[in-house]
């Protein structure tokens, strides 16, 4: 190939059409799926302080902002529930008339074409905040499996598009996948967080929904962050047993994480933005230290060139917003 003088690589960047025309990699709404949290009671919008422009939202709240994100081209929510009590093995995450369920009937009623995507987990609804049932200090697998399994098929049975489990137990997406289709809900599919390393990047999120566990840490069940090969055998054993589509979390410091898995496995493959890396930004950007609208795309962007085809973020509608703006 030539080189300098005949090859100079800035003529592909004169103008900024000139650079759009040669992106290799676009971010796109429909790229983004928004998490958000739903809690009890009525006519709640708290905003959650270490998470500045996400909020606790009540059932009636929740289905308004739900219109709102679907109107700004993003396709996909992620719902978390805040129960009502909390106990051992985590029962109010299955319970009928729960916030999750509740507010699935309703957004699926009000805005049908959303897709609609629920977090499962027992930390959310376990007073020890462990992410499975637990046994003296041991967090314990395979009695967890059975627990998981109620809270996926409640949430499928209340309208939920995608189920993902979010609680690195061996064996859950087949556990899931077995229980979803003895019940006929064949067309509910399962996002599968196959790839979650124990990462201090979950600091605001659990002071979000209060799940930070009660003792130890949960470096016995989420990935050490010190292993990539691993992330590999994850990924493949989740799609075994029927993951739709396979998420690596957190993104920023696994990007390399993402690529790895992207290429190896043709499967939609889903990126994590998770609560500290929104939270990092945002707390900088309110000290005039950054510019958080170009810190946010061009991180959002790195996960897409890293090979995600999805990304969860707290800046989905932000993002959504800013990339209208610039076009
Ligand atoms: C629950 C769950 C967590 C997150 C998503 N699902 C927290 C954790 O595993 O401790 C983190 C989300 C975020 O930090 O944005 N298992
Ligand atoms: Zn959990």
């Known amino acids: 190939m030539a080189h300098y003088p005949i090859t100079r690589l800035r003529r592909n960047r004169r103008s900024s059409e000139i650079r759009r025309m040669i992106a290799e990699t676009r971010l796109d709404p429909a790229d983004f799926i928004y998490p958000m949290f739903v809690c009890p009671g009525q006519g709640v919008r708290k905003e959650i302080a270490a998470m500045p422009g996400n909020y606790h939202l009540s059932v009636d709240e929740i289905v308004k902002e739900a219109e709102a994100v679907y109107r700004l081209g993003v396709p996909a929510i992620l719902l978390f529930g805040i129960p009502e009590y909390k106990d051992a093995v985590g029962s109010a995450g299955w319970q009928a008339d729960g916030p999750v369920q509740e507010a699935l009937r309703a957004i699926k009623a009000a805005v049908p074409e959303l897709v609609l995507i629920t977090d499962v987990c027992l930390c959310d609804y376990t007073d020890h905040g462990h992410c499975g049932v637990v046994s003296g200090q041991e967090i314990l697998n395979d009695p967890s499996l059975e627990y998981l399994a109620r809270i996926a098929y409640s949430h499928a049975e209340a309208g939920a598009d995608y189920v993902a489990p979010s609680d690195m137990m061996d064996g859950r997406v ?96 889903a990126a994590y933005n998770v609560s500290g890396e929104y939270s990092m930004v945002k707390a900088a950007a309110a000290k005039g230290w950054i510019d958080e609208k170009a810190v946010a795309l061009e991180m959002l962007l790195s996960m897409k060139r890293a090979g995600a085809d999805l990304i969860l973020t707290y800046w989905a509608k932000d993002a959504a917003k800013w990339l209208k703006e610039e076009h």
Request: a negative charge.
């Open 174 to 269: 087949g556990a899931i996948r077995q229980r979803l289709d003895s019940e006929g809900l064949t067309h509910v599919g399962i996002i599968s967080y196959a790839v979650k390393y124990a990462s201090a990047m979950y600091g605001p999120f659990r002071e979000a929904l209060d799940s930070t566990p009660v003792f130890g840490d949960r470096r016995s069940y989420q990935m050490d962050p010190a292993n990539s090969r691993e992330a590999l055998r994850e990924a493949q054993l989740d799609l075994a047993e029927g993951a739709d589509i396979i998420m690596v979390k957190p993104a920023l410091a696994y990007l390399d994480v993402i690529k790895l898995v992207a290429d190896e496995f043709p499967v939609p493959i």
